[in-house]
């Protein structure tokens, strides 16, 4: 079974611009999440979807935003890009259910804001 | 609140056992895990554990939960210097997907 995969590995932007990554998840898998990792924050939560409806959201500001489709693959999105947004970015993918939810993470991207 | 310490390096030698600790402040917390996170790698699960079990042991990996001081460790039996890398413990609550991160123990094992 394919794992988690995330698209594009790596990323160069500048700042102001925009910029879209995706995720597939495992087949079979409904619920996405979407977790940022900087050195500074370590590990922070972006969003959860789950049949295409954000369920969870953490603290960022409205310049980061998601959305997922039918096939339960995940897009984020990042608009007016600034240098502090250069982190590597983590999907993970796990099974409907809440009670369990154990989740499985992708290689991530790496996005670079010059 | 919600947050989850642990201490940032670890360094053993080839074949001893490593312990990697890890505290959390959320006594709702349902399952708490265990990932290693390779060099230019995402994260890798390597076992979760119950909040209503002490104990639970996979090959040469032991968790121990201790719920009342909210105390998590891992212990790798015969550490190679494969292990070495930065292992996170995360919890979850039962509000939802939420994974709340430790900053990360880096494992160096020494030959």
């Known amino acids: 079974k394919a794992g988690v995969t995330q698209t594009p590995r790596y990323l160069i932007k500048t700042r102001g611009q925009q910029v879209t990554l995706s995720c597939s998840p495992i087949s079979g898998h409904r619920s996405v999440s979407w977790y940022q990792q900087t050195p500074g924050q370590g590990l922070q939560f972006l969003f959860e979807?789950?049949?295409?409806?954000?369920?969870n959201k953490g603290n960022f500001p409205g310049r980061f935003s998601g959305r997922q489709f039918s096939n339960s693959r995940s897009e984020m999105n990042v608009s007016t890009l600034e240098l502090g947004d250069s982190a590597l970015y983590l999907c993970?993918?796990?099974?409907?259910?809440?009670?369990?939810?154990?989740?499985?993470f992708g290689a991530g991207t790496r996005l670079s804001v010059l | 609140g919600e947050d989850v310490e642990q201490s940032l390096f670890l360094s053993v030698r080839e074949g001893d056992s490593s312990v990697i600790n890890c505290t959390y402040t959320d006594s709702s917390s349902t399952y708490l895990y265990w990932y290693k996170q390779e060099p230019g790698a995402g994260l890798q699960l390597l076992t979760y554990i119950f909040s209503n079990m002490d104990m639970k042991q996979d090959q040469r990996l032991t968790v121990l939960l201790n719920k009342k001081d909210k105390h998590l460790s891992l212990r790798i039996a015969d550490t190679q210097t494969g292990d070495s890398a930065i292992y996170f413990c995360a919890e979850r609550n039962n509000q939802g997907g939420k994974l709340i991160f430790g900053q990360g123990t880096e494992l160096s094992v020494k030959p």
């Open positions: 993970a993918s796990s099974l409907a259910g809440v009670t369990k939810n154990i989740q499985y």
């Open positions: 979807y789950f049949s295409e409806t954000q369920r």
